[in-house]
């Protein structure tokens, strides 16, 4: 009986290893770096992505005003690469005037 436990412990453990290293491979990382207000109809946003090598990411990136509302979003795509972390920046349009913009969130496509 307690090798069946034990047996059945490590095979939990293997599986829950297993899964972890699954998730973070794909795992995608992005930090905001700057964002310029251009005018009541656009904002700049620099950020960085760290995603797998050769895989294809997107990007919703938002525009909030100062009650932290969103006057404006886009969905980007950025192409594959073989570099681990690249800088980007977009022009994201607003319908008002906005205070910020930032990453919603990436994820590998």
């Known amino acids: 009986m307690a090798v069946l436990g034990g047996a059945t412990a490590v095979a939990i453990v293997a599986v829950g290893l297993w899964w972890m290293r699954g998730s973070t491979i794909e795992s995608v990382d992005a930090n905001d770096l700057g964002y310029v207000v251009?005018?009541?109809?656009?904002?700049?946003?620099?950020?960085?992505?760290?995603?797998?090598?050769?895989?294809?990411?997107?990007?919703?990136?938002?525009?909030?005003?100062?009650?932290?509302?969103?006057?404006?979003?886009?969905?980007?795509?950025?192409?594959?690469?073989?570099?681990?972390?690249?800088?980007?920046?977009?022009?994201?349009?607003?319908?008002?005037?906005?205070?910020?913009g930032l990453v919603n969130t990436c994820w590998v496509s």
């Open 38 to 100: 251009v005018d009541d109809h656009a904002v700049e946003l620099r950020f960085a992505v760290t995603a797998p090598r050769g895989r294809e990411v997107h990007c919703a990136l938002e525009a909030l005003d100062e009650e932290f509302g969103i006057v404006g979003w886009k969905i980007i795509r950025l192409p594959a690469s073989d570099e681990h972390t690249r800088g980007f920046t977009e022009r994201i349009p607003t319908v008002a005037l906005a205070t910020t």
